[in-house]
Each structure stands twice: as structure tokens, then as C-alpha cells.
């Protein structure tokens, strides 16, 4: 698929694959139906759903301060989470890459809780933690540190889903890593910190950014987790998937529908930044 | 030398230490070694685990009989069965869509199949909300198709069909991801040899390719059925709450929760983390057993 073909070639190749195998068009002609039909169509009715309001509507809901506040928490909060996962994601990714320690199976199993575990379960679990009288909370509150019911708990809810992501992402490419190009820089002379900043982390910085921006992208739009250890007050702690289901409630549709809008393009963005790390990533792998 | 440090190690396996620790150039130290793997396991201890056991001791905090009082009554025996209502038509139908997917994509060439790939993913990267937001704009009494269907007495919306359909949407690329990179490593080889020996199409699919991918199909559902018994924001959306007849597992805790009955809505979750705990040991045994089968890169 180098060159591009022209039109008459490209119908053919279209309509008839050169494969001797059957059934590519009931099989393509299924995956495209539903697709359109579970996914495509639906999606779309939410941007056109937005374009039929007025734009007077429209500046309305979307500079609405509670609007603004809402989508300004579920941001930084989702990228302050994120943050915290690469750190600590990284981390968590070198020590199974690389070290050897018992329980490391089970750890490993682990990792991946957050996938499995429902996130209405992960959200009273958070706050029960977190609240005063909690297991955490009954050290953190003494402290000044007011996690449940606040928007530090949003964060640590955020934190609690976004982590594999990190992990996961990490993880594969690190064990990829050629081994002999750290032996190169030890043996030019390189001290061990050297040789992980400018020889290890240029290799998985892709895959890095492609897993903050995977837990960021969960997060944005997080709900289950979130509502439970919020406290959900307007303007302070109310995240923006929760605002569009108030305005479902209010039967204001049109709110819904522009809050829904603008949380999907980031995401489509973010969808296509991720795309792009990763396909930057594969092909490293694919050199190596 | 790549044998020497270790580089032909399976990844998987990671009780079999790789030598290179052994080789100080490019190693830590011993005590940092120590301390990195301690913060690790303190921070999965603090942020993974804690909440997990909080969970079951919070279950049982009132004692075994409310736990079993919360789980067997009507209205959480009601929200169970919807729940496996709707995960059994959420995997059946992606695990369809997923096979027809998979070959389509991994098995031929043809334009635009990096978009239909990147499109597959697309529920992942939208809001459970939203997904339920979506079918609300469609099969409300004020959408585009619930006027009509309201009036030809078909229900949609705060009863089980939209629930089911919320379901598929967030479970959708479930069992295509993980089929499409494994079939299109294994090429068409073996489907070609079959034909050219004259096995039909399907003989072809069912004794050639399907047992190729048994267990990558399996890993699929099993996560797509976690997801789908799990959802929560999505189904929460379209439910409309209606105690005994429309409230999913997940939803019924959060009944429970606001009603501040928190001792039967840790009980009714600790079934909900029972479930996770299974997925996680099915899909580590699966990962350990049959790495070789399931797709190459370990991702999600």
C-alpha cells in the first residue's frame, strides 16, 4: 500500500482481496454493520445532536461556570492521577522487568485489579479507606489531609483506575530493551543513572507518554470510581460525566448532549496522541 | 552474548531469574534494588490491595448473617440475573462481531483497514457515560427512533434492552483486540493448506483456524465479561433505577450504599470482587500456560 494505487485498481482491490480464503465480504460487511450500528451512528448522534442548537445555546452551557469548574476538575484531576501513574507506573514496571523478589506472580496478577474489579466496588472500597474514621483516612485526617468526599479523592480514584495503563504499556518495551546497548554505555564509562537517562529512557519514552495518555484519557471519563469518594459539590468536586447525567436528570438534553461533545473530542484527540506513540513505539520494537 | 544476559528469557516467565542481576555494569546496586522493589510493593500494597480486603472485611463487619441476608434477598437475586443477562448477549455478540472482525482483517488486505482497526477501539476511549448518553438521545421519548418505537409498545430505555445495548457498547472491542494482532500473525498458511486440500470454508474455520486461537478467544471473553458484569457509569445512564427490574449488580450497591445499608452493599460488591478475583487468576493462568497463543504484545 506504498503508492497509491488509481481508482480502478483500488475499486478491484476493494471488491475482489487477492486471497484465496472465503468469506472476506460477510465477514467484513457484518464487523462494518455492527460497528456502524453499536458504535458509529450513535456516537455521531451526539455531535449532531449539538450542531442543532443554537449557538447562543451553546455559548451558554459552555461557559456556564459550572460547566467550566466541572470540566477543568475532571481534567487536571484525570491529569494529575495520570501523573502520578507514569511515576509510579514506571517504577512499578522496571522492578518486575528487571527484579527478582518473592510474590512476584501474585503481585504481577495484581497489577491488573483495576481492569477487573467493577468500578462502583473500587469506588465505596476508596472511600471507605479514605473517609475519617477509615483504615487511611484515620491518619491521613489528623494530618489536615482531607481525601474522601473531597477532591483529593477524586485523584486517588483516578490513581486506583489509571494505574496499568501505565504498567501494561511500559512494561512489554522494557523487556525489550537491548541489554547490550546499556553494557555499550557502561563500558564507555557511563555511571549506572547516565545509562538509564540518556540510553534506557529515550527507548521507552514513547511507550511512556502512551501510557500517561491512556490513564489520562480513562480518566477524563470516569464515573463509577469517582462519584462515591467525591462528595459531588457543584463547583468543587463534581466531575463532568456527573454533570451530564444531572443535566439528563433536568431532562436538559441539550446541556448533556454540548458537555458530552466537548469531553469527546479530547478524547478523539487524545485517541489519535496515542495512536502515534504507539505505532512510534511498534516500530522500535519491530528495529530491534 | 544474548544468551548471557539473558535476552532469550520467556517473559513470561519470571521465576526464572534472568542472569543479568549478576552482572554489576549494568545493575544497581543491591540496596537500591531493594528499596525500588519496596516502594513498588508498598505503593500496589497501599493503592491495590487495601481496597480489595477492605471490601470483604467491610462484607462481614455485620456479621455472616447480614452478609447472607443482603445476598439472597429478592431485589439482589433480580439485579444478578440481569446482569448475566446482560454479559451473556454483550459476549455472544462481540465475541461475534470479533471472530468477523478478526478475519476480515487479519486475513485479507484491503484500504482503510488501520482506520476499522483504530475504530474497533473507540468505546475504550469514551466516557461510560457518554456511551449511555448516546442511546438516551436515541431511544428517548423525545430521540429518534423512541418516539416510534414507544408507540409500537417497544420499551427501551430504563428496561433490559437498554441496559443490554450499553453493555455491548462498552465491552465492544473486548474479543476483536485481542484476536486481530494474534490472526495476523499467523498469517494464512495453514487456512490455504487446508483449502488447497479441499476442506469447505467452514471446515477450514473450525478445524484450522478456531483451534489456533482457543485461548486468545477465551482471554477476550473473560475480559469482556468482567467489563460487562462490572459497568457501572454507562448502564447507570440508562437504567432508570427501577428496584427488582432494572437495577444490574453494580447498580444495586449503589442502592444499597445511598440507602446507607453499607454492610449489604459490601456484601453484594464482595460478590462483584469475587468475580475479579477470578477473572485475574483465569487470565494469569492463561497468560502463564498459553503465552505463545494469546497476542504477542501483552497490552490493553
Redesign the interface.
Known sequence: ?GQAPDAAT?LQ??RR????????G???G???T??SL???I??A??FV?SAELDVDQITRVLTSPRVIAALKLSFGAAFLAAAINAV?GA??A???V????PG??I????????????????G???T??YARN???GQFLEPMGLKVAFAPAGIVVAL??IG???VV??L??VL?DA???L??AA??LGAS?LQ?VVRVILPGVLPAWLAGFALAF?RG?????SVI?IAGNLPMVSEIA??L??IK?EEFD?GG??LI?AA??VV??V??LL??LLQAATSTRRKRT | MSVAIGQDEDRREPLRPPRIERNAAISEPRWVRVALITLALSFLGVFLVTPLVAVFVEAFRKGARVYFEAIVAPDAVAALKLTLLAASVSVIANLTFGIAAAWAIAKFEFRGKQLLTTLIDLPFSVSPVIAGLVFVLIFSSHGWAGPWLLDHGIKVLFSPPGIILATVFVTFPFVARELIPLMQEQGTDAEQAALSLGASGFKTFFYVTLPSIRWALLYGVLLCNARAMGEFGAVSVVSGHIRGQTNTLPLHVEILYNEYSFAAAFAVASLLAGLALVTLVVKSLLEWRFADELAATHRH
Do not use: C, H
Open positions: 500500500m483500488l482491490r476493494l482481496p487477492r486471497s484465496v480464503l472465503p468469506g472476506f460477510i465477514a467484513l457484518f464487523a462494518l455492527y460497528l453499536i458504535v458509529l450513535p456516537l448522534g451526539v445532536r509510579f517504577l512499578v522496571w522492578v518486575f528487571r527484579y527478582r523478589f512476584k506472580r503481585f504481577d496478577a495484581i497489577i491488573d485489579l483495576p481492569f477487573a474489579l467493577p468500578t462502583a466496588v473500587a465505596i472500597a476508596l471507605a479507606l477509615g483504615w487511611i490513581t486506583f494505574l496499568p495503563f501494561r504499556t512494561q512489554p523487556e537491548e541489554r547490550e546499556e553494557e557502561a563500558s549506572r545509562t484519557a477524563v471519563g470516569e464515573y463509577g462515591f460525566p456527573l451530564i447525567i439528563l438534553y448533556a448532549t458530552a469531553m469527546l478524547s478523539f487524545l485517541l496515542i495512536n
